[in-house]
């Protein structure tokens, strides 16, 4: 049903609109809302944010609806206005077009007439509305999908990508978030998110201030990867940089419970396949990476303790130049059949 606001100081005006449109009143297709001028409109459309079209006189006591055309678009940005005029009025006619009014009628006013030019309106109304929601999911999906992934999604050879996967050289880094989750298990649920949405911003920030990409979030980790020239050093610095933001956080009191935000840290890098994984039946596929080096990502940070962000000696011989690291030692890794030697990056 189209809600319309008509806005006259002409008091016989509002039982002619309901005598000429009765039949549509009566089966629900318009509902009219009045007003006696401009101030008492704003008040209206305070009042009915659902309103779809405002059709207006110009000449009206304490705010014309010149003035009103003008406050409208604070109002409610969706709303467009109809102005009705003597035809000789042309220049005010002119000055309400150029302020925004959609369309105008002439006084004497031909309801046929009028009623076209409402459904012409009331269509345009629905297409802004459409657009506006398609802006909002949009950004609703940025806020889970990365926009590089929704852009690629637009573009032409989107589909034909579906099916083409890739092997790259990157870098991949684990995250986790230590004694997370026995803190969450004595901790409302809204404190808990929030908690960790606090905590990943900060690691995502310096993610996306290297170019890196936040592959996903899974509990209270977050995987990240890197790809690009120098990626395998872009990844140490946001590593250091996340561990030493953990380390400057202040303690989080919940109760009697006493939570201190540490996080521990796994990087390789090297070859891994880059497509997409899932299932195509519940049409869910992630598109990210896999292998054995993202698998020994994973594994050294399992390895890594609190504050600690570990390499492999593979990855150590890379960066040992630029990074001051420390060797931990030999550990065995799942899945591995023999000892793998460790390294801590220090800074």
Same mark, same amino acid.
């Given at each position: 049903?189209?809600? $319309?606001?008509?806005?006259?100081?002409?008091?016989?005006? /509002?039982?002619?609109?309901?005598?000429?449109?009765?039949?549509?009143?009566?089966?629900?297709?318009? /509902? *009219?809302v009045?007003?006696?001028?401009?101030?008492?409109?704003?008040?209206?459309?305070?009042?009915?944010?659902?309103?779809?079209v405002?059709?207006?006189? $110009?000449?009206?006591p304490?705010?014309?609806?010149?003035?009103?055309?003008?406050r409208?678009?604070?109002?409610?940005?969706i709303?467009?206005?109809?102005?009705?005029?003597?035809y000789?009025?042309?220049?005010?006619?002119?000055?309400?077009?150029?302020?925004?009014?959609f369309?105008?009628?002439?006084?004497?006013?031909?309801?046929?007439?009028?009623?076209?030019?409402?459904?012409?309106?009331?269509?345009?109304?629905?297409?802004?509305?459409?657009?506006?929601?398609?802006?909002?999911?949009?950004?609703?999906?940025?806020?889970?999908?990365?926009?590089?992934?929704?852009?690629?999604m637009?573009?032409?050879?989107?589909?034909?990508?579906?099916?083409?996967?890739?092997?790259?050289?990157?870098?991949?880094?684990?995250?986790?978030?230590?004694? *997370?989750?026995?803190?969450?298990?004595?901790?409302?649920?809204?404190?808990?998110?929030?908690? $960790?949405?606090?905590?990943?911003?900060?690691?995502?920030?310096?993610?996306i201030?290297?170019?890196?990409?936040?592959?996903?979030?899974?509990?209270?980790?977050?995987?990240?990867?890197f790809?690009?020239?120098?990626?395998?050093?872009?990844?140490?610095?946001?590593?250091?940089?996340a561990?030493?933001?953990?380390?400057?956080?202040?303690?989080?009191?919940?109760?009697?419970?006493? *939570?201190?935000?540490?996080?521990s840290?796994?990087i390789?890098?090297?070859?891994?396949?880059?497509?997409?994984?899932?299932?195509?039946?519940?049409?869910?596929?992630?598109?990210?990476? $896999?292998?054995?080096?993202?698998?020994?990502?994973?594994?050294?940070?399992?390895?890594?303790?609190?504050?600690?962000?570990?390499?492999?000696?593979?990855?150590?011989?890379?960066i040992?130049?630029?990074?001051?690291?420390?060797?931990?030692? /030999?550990?065995?890794?799942?899945?591995?059949?023999?000892?793998?030697?460790?390294?801590e990056?220090?800074?």
């Open positions: 049903m189209a809600k $319309i606001l008509v806005v006259d100081d002409e008091a016989d005006l /509002e039982l002619l609109i309901k005598q000429k449109f009765r039949k549509k009143i009566r089966e629900n297709v318009y /509902e *009219f009045f007003a006696i001028n401009g101030e008492d409109a704003l008040v209206k459309v305070g009042e009915n944010p659902d309103l779809d405002v059709l207006s006189d $110009i000449n009206m304490i705010m014309d609806g010149l003035t009103l055309l003008s409208l678009p604070d109002a409610n940005p709303l467009r206005a109809v102005v009705v005029s003597a000789g009025d042309m220049q005010n006619i002119r000055t309400a077009m150029n302020r925004g009014a369309d105008f009628v002439c006084k004497p006013v031909d309801f046929e007439d009028l009623d076209l030019t409402m459904e012409k309106t009331l269509t345009h109304v629905a297409q802004v509305r459409e657009t506006m929601k398609a802006i909002k999911e949009n950004n609703i999906l940025k806020m889970y999908v990365d926009e590089n992934v929704i852009n690629f637009n573009s032409k050879g989107f589909e034909k990508s579906l099916y083409e996967n890739e092997i790259v050289d990157a870098t991949v880094m684990f995250l986790d978030v230590c004694g *997370f989750t026995a803190f969450s298990e004595n901790v409302p649920a809204n404190e808990v998110v929030k908690l $960790i949405n606090e905590l990943f911003e900060m690691i995502v920030k310096e993610v201030a290297q170019n890196g990409h936040v592959d996903k979030f899974m509990g209270d980790a977050v995987m990240a990867v790809r690009g020239k120098y990626h395998l050093d872009r990844a140490i610095d946001v590593a250091i940089a561990r030493d933001h953990m380390k400057a956080a202040p303690e989080v009191v919940a109760g009697d419970k006493v *939570f201190q935000p540490r996080i840290i796994g390789n890098s090297g070859e891994m396949i880059s497509g997409n994984i899932g299932s195509a039946s519940l049409r869910r596929l992630d598109y990210t990476v $896999i292998g054995d080096t993202v698998n020994t990502a994973q594994r050294l940070q399992s390895a890594a303790k609190a504050n600690q962000i570990v390499i492999s000696e593979q990855v150590y011989q890379q040992k130049e630029s990074f001051k690291c420390e060797r931990i030692g /030999e550990v065995m890794l799942k899945n591995k059949a023999k000892p793998v030697i460790i390294y990056v220090l800074e």
